[in-house]
């Protein structure tokens, strides 16, 4: 391939394209007309040998070839913005917008203070926070460029993505004040009631009922909700009980907090952003704050 012949204006195009899998969400996106966006996407189809974008059940669909596209692209895209305009304003008058994927655990610990944070030293930064759909799929969206940070459980040697540890969680049990296991709570006590379990994908099982099949137990999964947010009211509301992370529980002081009967095995908490970012003055700045506010 000839260099001088492309239009690095049109590998920008395609990043959008890539990104919305809409020609007129991508058109909007970069201030375009929808047929030049249209026009661009023929050119990236014939420059590439692949259609690209292709039809499905009302949308549109992005090939294999074109997933395969998206990171190098991300890539390419950052190095030639670092190349040709290294200098990042004051964080003052940055505009911004950045993608963060997390669990409403530890959502409910960040977000206000972190746009509180925002308010003064960056008030141009906006922040999407996005669904939760699992670990695998935040690292996936980190890498293809669909999220700028991601606060989850990444264990091992991340080639691609800058990985910071937080914080170390463990596990309590919470309950309602006055609720009839308290006195002599033990195991029985503790199975003796209906859970609450936090699952984003409907699940009735985690690995906690691993743990205890491993002693001939089992428990009764009473309630399956999406979010941590939810449990306290209903906590309070029943009889039931739920076993949550610790650091939730100073949002509700009124509840009770008591140790797990059994040794549960907590979890670390990861901050990453793709290492491409790494001249990304609006993303390392809320990174930063992040880090402040967890670990």
Known sequence: MNLRSLDLNLLVILDALLDEAHVSRAADRLNLSQPAASAALQRCRHLFGDVLLERGRGTM??????????????????????????????????????????????????????????????PGIDLVIQPWHGAEAARAALISGLSDIAISVLPGAQEELEVTELLDEHYVIALRPGHPAIPGFDLGRWLGYPHILVSGQGDTRSPLDADLARISCSRRVGLVVPSFGMVPDLLRASDMIAMLPSR????????????????????????????????????????????????
């Open 61 to 122: 669909r992005l090939t294999p070839k074109a997933e395969s596209l998206r990171a190098p692209l991300k890539s390419l895209l950052a190095g030639v913005t670092d190349l040709v305009d290294p200098v990042d304003p004051p964080l003052a008058e940055l505009r911004q917008v950045l993608r963060i994927s997390m669990t409403d655990f530890p959502a409910l610990l960040v977000i206000g203070p972190l746009q509180q944070a925002l308010a003064s030293s960056a």
């Open 248 to 295: 939730i529980l100073p949002a509700a002081p009124d509840l009770v907090s008591l140790p797990v009967p059994i040794p549960v095995a907590g979890f670390p908490l990861h901050l990453a952003w793709h290492r491409r970012r790494a001249k990304d003055a609006g993303l390392r700045h809320v990174a930063g704050l992040l880090v402040g506010m967890l670990a």
